[in-house]
């Protein structure tokens, strides 16, 4: 018995790898880019404070993927910091109800620091600000970050302070990425001292009468890879029946086409 199809093995990597870059990408870049200038300069002139960035959007739109691109673009680049070494950025997914202590763990093992024991929550942040300043680590994107908050939580109050003093650390600040669905948005404006620091990239979903030209390029695009000829199908009815199937969702409608080309890959036959 096999648990796997080699076939589709072998068909589905480049179509899997294929990226079609949406107008939102250039708006999470500028706003990213945004923060790095003002860190740069947050090194340079004593008192000028860091900002952060909060990515919202529904799920399954493509936040993740984006952010993920961004962060390996980033780390990649060498973008070089008046101390003289490469920046870079580490990430964290909270999958569900975290303690700030919890937070601080994970966060270490982002930066590459595995506790051996148990320590109290003061000593594990300041191993984070500790590793953070040895590696260059200019920044953390805390993927799924409504997670961590709750209706009326007591521990709101705990994470929106933390995440804002530990933008202005005097001793290494850094810069705060968080990203989650448009919940997020309401946590983060209930605290003006954080929400003052931070700007705003929303990921919209798809709107038909706006987007259905892009939508027809991405259609395109991702056959193009697959090398199936698909304009005997792709007609208006087909891609507003596209969006509709998948909640209006970027992400989703992406999962569908390489699925769908796999399979038509495989079968080597016209879709």
Known sequence: MTFMNMEKIGVAPKLKAAHFELPRAEALKAAFGKCVEEYYLSRQIEDLEVRGLVVTGHSRVGKSLELKKLRREFNESGTLMPDGRPAK??????????????????????????????RTQEYIWERVLDQAQEQGVIG??????????????????????????????????????????????????????????????????????????????????????????????????????????????????????????VTARMGAKPI
């Open 89 to 118: 950025i580490v990430s964290c997914v909270l999958s569900g109800r975290v303690t700030f202590k919890d937070l601080g763990t994970k966060t270490l093992l982002a930066l590459g620091y595995d506790l051996q024991r148990n």
């Open 140 to 261: 953390i994107q805390n993927d799924e970050c409504q997670h961590v908050f709750g209706d009326n939580a007591k521990s709101n109050k705990v994470f929106l302070d933390s995440f804002k003093t530990m933008m202005k650390e005097p001793r290494w600040p850094m810069v705060m990425i968080l990203s989650g669905v448009h919940t997020l948005t309401g946590y983060i404006q209930s605290y003006e001292q954080l929400y003052e620091l931070v700007d705003h990239v929303h990921f919209k979903t798809i709107k038909f009468g706006r987007d259905k030209n892009l939508l027809n390029r991405l259609v395109f695009a991702f056959a193009d890879e697959a090398n199936i000829e698909v304009e005997h199908l792709v007609t208006p009815d087909f891609l507003a029946r596209l969006d509709h199937a998948y909640s209006s969702r970027w992400g989703l409608v992406i999962e569908l086409l390489i699925d769908t080309l």
